[in-house]
């Protein structure tokens, strides 16, 4: 609990300094129809300024942009579909793409403009965010769907999901099978590369 009430203090520690600096804060939540095809080409410029960018797995570089655009349009129709961006003095400097299942709240996509990574802005939209989630009688949880390493600060319950693949037995499908699982080990080395890299760096 020490260690939850810390992190939360430093949040609003980041916060204060981002409003001297920046301007007024404020959490900005789109729900289904409310959301643009600007707010979306938002969502993509925020998540594409950073590191993610460079590591190729944004939106934007991954060409996944128009199967999220289709997500998000799908899922508007019944009011399902979710981006909250973080915004100091008028401009956007954090975001999350959300998707609602009955009472959860699926975040996907948190990201942050790089230029303004010191203040720690996608822990503060997070923080507010969840602050304005506990408020809606219609939403229980709040879920991140990957467990990135900064989340640990925020000691959030972790569970444990599968995912299924099922391939035709014919060549075609097993070439794709082969493909997916090379490129899922090949995921797996880099990152075991990049971390013995960064240690011997140290």
Known sequence: MKAYLKAHQNIERLSAKAEAELGNIQLEILLGNQIK???IDDLVDIENSGWKAASGTSIYASNTQNFYECAIQALSVTNDAYIIFLKAADKRISCALAFKAKN?????KIAYRDETKEFGPGNIMLLNLLRAMAQQPDIDEV??????????RWHFQVANRMSLRCFNTNLKGRIYSFLL?????????SKINTKAFEKHDE
Do not use: G, M
């Not at 959860?104 to 996907?108: E, S, V, Y």
């Not at 879920?143 to 640990?152: A, F, K, M, S, Y």
């Not at 699982?181 to 080395?189: D, E, I, P, V, W």
């Open 37 to 39: 095809k600007c707010d």
């Open 104 to 108: 959860r709240l699926f975040l996907h």
């Open 143 to 152: 879920n991140l769907v990957t467990c990135p390493d900064w989340c640990e």
């Open 181 to 189: 699982n090379a490129k899922t080990y090949l995921k797996q080395r």
